[in-house]
């Protein structure tokens, strides 16, 4: 048995020496969804255009070129226009609504699902979790208690992310309810961050469980992210474990 144990751990350890690099995917939470209206300014709403949220949302998709967008609430339904249009209009990228019950995100890299009127089903989070293991991302977006949608819409995300296994989760809030610019300390060094100076928002929910990114001017955080560790090291990370409880149980005895 001993031998069995030290076999396995030094397997694990090997590969994942040696083993390459492998994508791990990145799950996005904000608490309000007004950092998307200043993506190109509205002057119905009052808010200019923030190069630092177009930055932002450059970050989020990386390397990546295909964005798929979930339909939003519908009192929030511009936000749609709003964020393909940006995204498209970036070189080389596309940006497209996908309608409906979906079971594949395959070519995309990035989902954004804002302000969701249901939580997605079993199945759908399936598809989730796959499209995650690929490496790729997804942006949740929730509200302010001030929001219309609230808490259906919060509660739609939450239930997303417990599905998905993520600690994060949106706390009721209301943070910053006119038109707020985060700047200096309230942005987190992260490369997520990198190259962003200042970041509009609107009402906002705390976000918890997750990396910050951006905090509200009472220090409460509203955007965070978490990775979501790829299979392979999962499965390493295991055999290692293993290994190592055979061979404590071993010099026990």
């Known amino acids: 048995m001993k031998k069995i144990s030290m076999l396995l751990f030094a397997i694990s350890l090997v590969l994942w020496v040696y ?20 993506l190109a300014g509205d002057p119905v709403l009052g808010i200019s255009l ?3 949220n177009q930055q932002f949302f450059k970050n989020v998709l990386g ?17 749609e226009g709003e964020l393909q249009n940006f995204y498209s209009s970036l070189p ?6 996908i309608n409906g019950a979906f079971t594949n ?11 969701p009127s249901n939580a997605f089903s079993a199945s759908e989070i399936s598809v989730l979790n796959n499209f ?7 942006f949740f977006f929730g509200e302010w208690t001030g929001f219309d949608g609230f808490p259906t819409t919060n509660n739609a995300v939450n239930a997303d992310l417990t599905g998905l296994g993520s600690s ?6 209301s943070l910053g309810s006119s038109w707020t610019t985060a700047t200096g300390a309230q942005i987190a060094i992260d490369p997520l961050t990198a190259g962003v100076d200042s970041l509009t928002y609107g009402g906002a929910s705390e976000v918890a469980g997750g990396t910050p990114l951006f905090y509200a001017e009472n220090g409460t955080p509203f955007v965070e992210y978490s990775k979501v560790p790829e299979p392979t090291t999962m499965l390493l990370l295991g055999l290692g474990l293993i290994g190592v409880a055979g061979i404590r149980r071993k010099f026990k005895n």
């Open 168 to 173: 994060m989760q949106l706390i009721p809030a």
């Open 92 to 97: 080389g990228v596309s940006a497209s609504l």
């Open 105 to 115: 995100l395959s070519g995309y890299n990035l989902l954004i699902v804002d302000n």
């Open 50 to 52: 923030d190069v630092g």
């Open 63 to 79: 390397s990546g070129n295909n964005v798929a967008i979930y339909p939003t609430w519908p009192a929030l339904g511009w936000q």
């Open 19 to 38: 083993s390459p690099a492998q994508a791990t995917g990145t799950i996005l939470v904000s608490g309000d969804s007004n950092i998307i209206d200043a």
């Open 132 to 138: 995650l293991a690929n490496g790729n991302s997804i």
